[in-house]
């Protein structure tokens, strides 16, 4: 299998929109070819999409998950990106026809008395999509959503006329000081037993979660989906060996290589999408060994089990990590 393929069953999808709602940011709307329902999706999902440069990325779901007529999705134009957004806002045309995986969610919302979303730029797209339900189901929340200005805030015309707009607080960075995003006072007037939802650009997520932590925020109410992560590399990174207990392959995986491009070197079918340990997309189960976590998928506490192994951006700490297929 080529890696330019999502793995298990495809949807096909027509864009039905194509704008730009904001500064680099563009909407896309795709609906079934056919008019049929699309398959169900929780609030804070995703969907892979194969892009026409033949790239795979995933991309969250925003629109209201009662509404299966049609997947939203806001997508901001990296410039010094991969290829992925590129192809979305220049290659992707109205009426164009896409394959897409079935939605994933790897950041659901938890059951809750009060929730306390904080967005980030473009990590408003689940973020939004968890406003709706929440209010759908009229369960106490509110929102806080960050941009650099106005003319960059995605989504603000749809937020201002919404029937939860009442809920919300804007912070723009070029605005007056009072406006701004001050996490540590909204966190110390929270209930203790209300929960976070985070999504954003790193520095972003990193200053409200580790606000959190400060307070004494436990983990278990913490919860993040990143849309970035650089890569992690270590001076003594060097080169160990995986077995695929599968097949039995033993393949040598050298500093230079991630496990995944060494497997689909040996023409092992690997899933990937975003290449960076924030989907879970390629995620295997590690039968034996040690391995070197460098993720943002996986919880501190799967990490301590050390059951579970992202072969696209993790290494190993033993000599040999035993993988098998992700059940």
């Known amino acids: 299998m080529s890696v330019n393929q999502i793995v298990g069953d495809t949807l096909a999808v027509k864009v039905s929109k194509k704008e730009l709602i904001a500064d680099s940011v563009m909407f896309l709307e795709l609906v079934d070819?056919?008019?049929e329902d699309?398959?169900?999706?929780?609030?804070?999902a995703h969907i892979d999409i194969q892009l026409p440069n033949g790239l795979i990325r995933p991309y969250s779901l925003c629109g209201s998950?009662?509404?299966?007529?049609?997947?939203e999705l806001g997508v901001l134009l990296e410039t010094n990106g991969r290829g992925g957004s590129k192809s979305v806002h220049e290659e992707i045309v109205l009426g164009a026809k896409l394959r897409i995986s079935h939605p994933k969610n790897h950041f659901p919302l938890a059951v809750a008395k009060h929730s306390v979303l904080f967005a980030g730029g473009i990590g408003i797209t689940p973020i939004l999509s968890m406003a709706q339900k929440l209010f759908d189901d009229a369960t106490s929340f509110e929102m806080h959503y960050?941009?650099?200005?106005?003319?960059?805030?995605?989504f603000l015309e749809r937020i201002t006329e919404s029937p939860f707009s009442s809920k919300v607080q804007f912070h723009f960075d070029d605005g007056v000081e009072e406006q701004k995003l001050k996490a540590s006072e909204i966190l110390k007037n929270t209930a203790p037993t209300s929960h976070i939802y985070v999504c954003g650009p790193t520095g972003f997520m990193e200053h409200v979660i580790q606000t959190a932590k400060d307070l004494a925020w436990p983990d278990s109410q913490i919860h993040f989906e990143f849309f970035k992560s650089e890569p992690i590399v270590k001076d003594d990174d060097g080169s160990f060996e995986v077995e695929y207990r599968p097949t039995g392959l033993v393949i040598r995986v050298p500093a230079d290589l991630t496990v995944a491009q060494a497997l689909i070197g040996a023409g092992v079918d690997v899933p990937l999408s975003c290449e960076q340990g924030i989907c879970g997309t390629c995620v295997m189960q590690v039968i034996d060994g040690d391995p070197d976590h460098r993720d943002v998928c996986l919880s501190d506490e799967d990490k301590d089990l050390k059951k579970m192994f992202t072969p696209c951006c993790s290494r190993s700490q033993s000599a040999r990590l035993v993988l098998d297929l992700n059940q």
């Open 33 to 35: 070819p056919k008019g």
């Open 38 to 44: 699309l398959p169900k999706f929780t609030a804070g």
């Open 65 to 71: 998950s009662a509404d299966r007529k049609a997947y």
């Open 146 to 154: 960050c941009s650099r200005s106005r003319s960059r805030t995605a």
